[in-house]
């Protein structure tokens, strides 16, 4: 977990824009005060809704819970790829319910993780498959982590055939893999990494992601941006990513946040 103090509050936006990717309970968000707090840091530098995001069955609960008591907040619900072994029939229903719900925008974090090695393949594949079926099923977006998985989350998704919004969280691929997620249809979400100074395969993956299939994001409390990298992430840090995009594209920052906040409604339902 990230330590330390909180960054500063950036330079506000000179346009709206939103965070469609983050934990406000692993960010240590217990009540509505505490929602209500970070979605006003948030506010203060632009950065108008967030998307809050499901890891377990019971995460999923507290980030419906907390869409549910906040107007800007949404969220997204599943049981991530390194928590699914062992998981039944009772929660894919109860997933199924809290998917159902209006202020339950997206199904995810769901995807392959190869990197910790801490749940076979197959069983992670299976679980994946299941959480695509049910984001179809209740017409939502679906939110993929794709970690050193790349080739098998494209074949799942194949197979399976992909709902008609899907997201890339943290996209971590190269331009290769950009040009085919842009060629399948795929938005892809950039988090505070492509700020790093190890990260010249993410921005040469940004520069060449159709602007129309870009979203922005932080992961917080994870992948704070540069210079505070290491230290606790929130979303009203999403500036320090979107300016750096801005720079990777040669965009203007208005015109850029301008077309992440259109791609997301259109991918998460109307705000």
């Known amino acids: ?116 090695g801490r749940v076979e393949p197959a069983v992670q594949q299976e679980a994946f498959r299941r959480h695509i079926a049910l984001a179809k099923e209740v017409g939502k977006a679906l939110v993929i982590h794709d970690r050193d998985a790349h080739d098998d989350v494209l074949r799942v998704l194949a197979e399976e055939g992909a709902p008609q919004w899907t997201v890339f969280h943290c996209f971590s691929g190269d331009a290769e893999m950009a040009r085919k997620c842009a060629d399948a249809g795929y938005l892809m979400s950039f988090a505070g990494t492509l700020t790093f100074k190890n990260a010249a395969a993410q921005r040469e993956a940004a520069a060449v992601a159709p602007l129309e299939q870009v979203l922005v994001e932080t992961d917080a409390p994870f992948l704070t941006p540069m210079p505070y990298r290491g230290r606790p992430n929130g979303p009203y840090l999403v500036p320090l990513t979107i300016r750096r995009l801005a720079e990777v594209k040669g965009l203007d920052v208005i015109e850029l946040c301008s077309v992440v906040t259109r791609t997301g409604e259109q991918a998460f339902g109307n705000w």
């Open 1 to 116: 977990m990230p330590s330390g103090e909180p960054p500063p509050a950036p330079e506000p936006l000179p346009a709206q824009v939103f965070d469609s990717h983050c934990h406000l309970d692993a960010m240590g968000c217990r009540d509505a005060a505490d929602v209500a707090a970070v979605v006003a840091a948030a506010q203060a530098v632009g950065v108008r809704r967030v998307v809050t995001v499901g890891d377990t069955l019971a995460s999923s609960r507290w980030c419906a819970e907390a869409a549910a008591g906040h107007p800007d907040v949404y969220a997204a619900v599943a049981v991530h790829p390194n928590e699914v072994a062992g998981i039944d029939e009772e929660t894919y229903t109860a997933l199924a319910e809290l998917a159902r719900r209006p202020d339950v925008r997206a199904i995810g974090e769901t995807g392959l993780d190869y990197y910790w």
